[in-house]
């Protein structure tokens, strides 16, 4: 049996008793309850009607039941399918239209909305969850058993798709097997040596690979309690951290735990690992972080196409500004334009192998075939080089991808909608520099020589963009301006803009 969930819950305490989740209310979710709500819920799924091999959406916020939710998708056989909760209608039309699930589940306030999408996408079922763990989906689960045999999966069967938006505005949704998931989750075990005893302060959200797969994955597998809370805050990680073991975050995370003067060397006394990943870390908060707490971050790399791909060692040297080196179960190279191997130290196209890589974008073959080279390397559209003794550093990516808060921002998507705008000519997003987001997504935006165009201001833009875009994607700065600079071929110089609009 290759079914996740199998391989997750061999590796459970044998006392049912033991502690999974600590909330911060101090209720605690025993192993046994894990096993006895995911139980209830598969069966639920079940019962629906979904059979092996369906899509099961979630769009809701992280509570121990929505981890039930996947747990219980897993056992059932089910595809899972999260979603930020921050997407707005025309991106869940697509999403709910493009996977077509057997059941989505929705908060509350957006019941309305889904039902009309889900009808018009085809999708039977819609079920609620609410903030507090409550709703329509536990209600219905509650009448069915705690006992549940998980369903038989082989290791090529599809456990996940997570959508990664696309630079030409479509999102693709990334197909992640239960192999892909299960290796990534033995690596990074092994690797970052999680023991007995190792508790993880998790404060990630649960709607994409960091905080779901690679987090809790790790956790489960090792039978660990988690800290689960909500959403990450400096002042109560500051209550957590003496407490903990291991912490994995974002940039912007260690950023605030700095700005906090009751961070100390002594909040950190029984911490053995602190991870940082979803985005560049700064040199600057790498050394200051190391100089504050003793300890050094090991920061690592890689993206929903395929969970980690390098990581800095836990007992070699971690190097700030590196990404460190291939995990055992990836192979990684770096290429010319032409697909000739670099020299060390040159920088050139990132690629990946390995049974953790992906196995294509949900219902598009031939973009699936373009992402992978004639001998099967997935190109990342990373940039990057490698030195003489294997360390990896990031040096930019090739498509424009603007990366907030440790969340993926795609240019073209929020350019398509902007120039949908009257009075708009044209538009162009970047990313700039932003000491707490690492990047902050900003617009430079063409008017129309009209009325409309005079009429164009950066507060009508945003109001226009609100209630369509998550808050995450939406310009933290718009430019109005009269052209935009472009080379030789007409291709807009979007390194010019950041450029001038990065200086104070």
């Known amino acids: 049996m290759e079914n996740l969930y199998a391989l997750l819950a061999s590796h459970f305490p044998k006392n049912p008793a033991a502690p999974c989740l600590i909330l911060p209310d101090n209720r605690v979710w025993t192993y046994g309850d894990v096993e006895r709500a995911s139980a209830r819920i598969a069966n639920l799924i079940v019962a629906l009607g979904l059979t092996p091999g369906d899509r099961v959406a979630a769009q809701v916020e992280k509570t121990p039941e929505a981890l039930m939710l996947y747990l219980a998708a897993l056992r059932a056989g089910m595809v899972f399918l999260p979603l930020n909760p921050a997407y707005q209608r025309h991106e869940l039309d697509y999403f709910l239209g493009d996977a077509k699930p057997g059941l989505f589940v929705c908060r509350p306030p957006l019941r309305k909305l889904a039902d009309e999408l889900a009808r018009k996408a085809g999708v039977p079922h819609v079920l609620e969850l609410d903030d507090a763990g409550r709703g329509s989906l536990i209600d219905a689960a509650a009448a069915h058993a705690d006992r549940f045999d998980t369903v038989k999966r082989r290791g090529d069967d599809l456990a996940a798709i997570l959508y990664t938006s696309g630079t030409t505005g479509r999102s693709k949704g990334a197909m992640l097997s239960h192999r892909n998931l299960a290796v990534n989750a033995k690596t990074l075990h092994d690797y970052w040596r999680f023991r007995r005893g190792d508790v993880l302060l998790h404060m990630l959200p649960t709607f994409h690979v960091h905080g779901l797969f690679i987090a809790c994955h790790c956790a489960l597998l090792n039978g660990s309690a988690m800290f689960f809370e909500p959403k990450f805050d400096a002042r109560r990680a500051l209550q957590l951290l003496p407490e903990s073991t291991v912490f994995m975050g974002v940039p912007t995370y260690y950023v605030r735990l700095l700005a906090e003067p009751g961070f100390t060397r002594d909040t950190c006394r029984r911490m053995r690992l602190f991870i940082s990943g979803s985005a560049p870390l700064l040199k600057e908060t790498f050394d200051e972080f190391k100089a504050r707490s003793g300890f050094t971050i090991l920061e690592r790399y890689g993206m929903t196409e395929g969970g980690m791909f390098t990581s800095n060692p836990y007992a070699g040297e971690r190097r700030g500004g590196t990404v460190g080196l291939p995990l055992p179960c990836t192979k990684v190279r770096i290429v010319d334009d032409n697909g000739k191997s670099c020299a060390p130290g040159t920088i050139g196209n990132i690629q990946v192998k390995g049974d953790n890589v992906f196995v294509g974008y949900w219902q598009m073959p031939e973009k699936t075939k373009e992402e992978f080279t004639a001998d099967g390397w997935f190109k990342t559209g990373d940039l990057g080089s490698a030195g003489a003794d294997g360390y990896v550093t990031i040096s930019g990516r090739s498509k424009d991808l603007v990366i907030s808060g440790g969340l993926n921002v795609y240019p073209k998507e929020i350019e398509e909608m902007i120039d949908a705008l009257p009075g ?76 001038r609009y990065a200086k104070p």
């Open 424 to 499: 708009v000519v044209e538009s162009a997003v970047i990313g700039l520099p932003h000491p707490d987001f690492g990047e902050a997504v900003t617009a430079v935006v063409v008017r129309q020589k009209t009325d409309a165009g005079s009429d164009l201001t950066e507060a009508g833009i945003l109001a226009a963009l609100k209630g369509e875009l998550a808050n995450f994607k939406l310009p933290k700065r718009i430019y109005v301006v009269d052209d935009l600079p472009r080379n030789a071929m007409g291709k807009v110089q979007k390194n010019l803009l950041r450029e």
